[in-house]
């Protein structure tokens, strides 16, 4: 009998297998589900339990989703499942996007389980299907996804990412996909939903690209849109806006946490009015302003100086500093010098490049750009 305890987790006394299927029924459910997704199958993904979701993400273009069941809380007939969701989208993403998922569950009277709801985690962003059924529209060079929104509008973010990419490519180089995906929701909330932050860190921000930052796979690089700062600009400056953020996807392999963001943001904001026909004055006004008055910065803006969150003149001022900061070296060495620059920062460091592309040191090179401002603004 003291036997027959001891293995009680293993085997019954009367020799029955005693372990809890549920886990394996759960992600043999899951697996069912993910399935039903990729075959557009809404009878198949009904039979996994609520249909709650299928219109949603009908229209993607997907090239695998699945869950990968990580945790299972029961309470009797009811269960709470925690699993990561993968899924990528075909022809734009070369990994899978991994997010978590937190999925409601219920056990029937024949021992099955079904599906009851499916939420992202506690302190997971949402994606896009969240907030209501994807909408579609594919351009020659980026794929746009909308809720809320007409497909007229979303045409218009396609006929911008159609001039983007080639814009980009004339400027860095082909050396990336050569192609953006564009996220469009239908608010501020909506998108800071999207970010998994709160609608304040964005307000009056156009738009943001996320990312793996610095890692060559990157597979999951999305220009989201602030539906509501972007609709007040005018055609130049949402070009530029969209331009500004396909760079930071062409440049993502190339940039990691030692490129600062006077770099990564002064040049994707260079090759954004590259084309414009902006002046100086008219590209970098607050700089402008601050310069004339007597006001010259001592330093070029550290990363700090770019946090969302803080004085808006403050953080238009950083950005127009790190955009001049690159036309100087545009102007002084070269547009192919400057891309040389950008991709030697992200291998060896901002002085290592400053000495082996530019001939010069931090120091010096921040004496130049302060004469600079001040031949331009003063």
């Known amino acids: 009998m003291a036997l027959c305890l001891l293995l009680v987790s293993l ?44 219109a949603q993400v009908a229209a993607l273009p997907l090239a695998g989703w699945s869950y990968r069941l990580t ?17 990528r989208i075909e022809g734009f993403d070369k990994a899978p996007v991994t997010t ?22 506690p302190n997971s962003a949402e994606q896009l299907w969240d907030r209501g059924p994807v909408t ?22 396609a006929d911008l990412g159609d001039r983007a990419v080639p814009a980009v490519s004339r400027a860095w180089g082909t050396d990336w996909s050569g192609h953006v995906v564009v996220l469009v929701p239908q608010s501020l ?71 600062p963001l006077w770099l990564s943001e002064g040049y994707a904001d ?14 970098a006004p607050e700089l402008a ?18 946090g969302f969150t803080g004085d808006s003149t403050a953080l238009a001022q950083a950005y127009e500093g790190g ?8 102007q002084r060495w070269g547009e192919r010098r400057l891309g040389e620059f950008y991709r030697a920062v992200g291998a060896n460091g901002v002085e290592a490049a400053m000495t082996g592309v530019l001939g010069t040191s931090p120091g010096e090179f921040t004496g130049w750009w302060r004469e600079y401002l001040r031949a331009e603004f003063g």
Request: proline share 4%; charged share 20%; glycine share 12%.
């Open 11 to 54: 085997v019954a006394c009367g020799g029955g297998p005693t372990t809890d299927t549920a886990r394996a029924d759960v992600q043999r459910l899951l697996d069912r589900r993910a399935a039903a997704v990729l075959d557009h199958d809404e009878s198949g993904y009904r039979s996994t339990g609520s249909a709650t979701g299928f």
């Open 71 to 87: 945790e299972l809380h029961r309470t009797g007939d009811e269960a709470t499942a925690d699993a990561e969701l993968r899924y």
């Open 100 to 121: 978590r998922r937190t999925l409601g569950l219920t056990r029937d009277a024949d021992g099955g389980w079904s599906v009851t709801s499916d939420r992202p985690a």
């Open 136 to 157: 579609v529209v594919r351009g020659e060079h980026s794929l746009v996804l909308g809720v809320g929104q007409s497909r007229r509008t979303l045409g218009l973010y």
């Open 189 to 259: 909330e909506a998108m800071a939903g999207l970010l998994g932050s709160p609608a304040t860190s964005y307000r009056g921000i156009a738009a943001v690209t996320t990312g793996e930052t610095g890692t060559a796979r990157a597979p999951a690089d999305r220009i989201i849109v602030n539906p509501e700062a972007y609709g007040v600009l005018g055609s130049v400056g949402k070009q530029v806006v969209l331009t500004h953020e396909t760079t930071h996807v062409a440049t993502r392999a190339h940039t990691n946490s030692g490129t």
């Open 270 to 283: 260079w090759v954004g009015y590259r084309d414009s026909g902006r002046t100086p004055a008219e590209t």
């Open 289 to 306: 302003r601050a310069v004339a008055a007597g006001d010259v910065p001592t330093a070029l803006p550290n990363n700090g100086d770019f």
């Open 323 to 330: 955009w001049m900061a690159c036309r100087l070296i545009e």
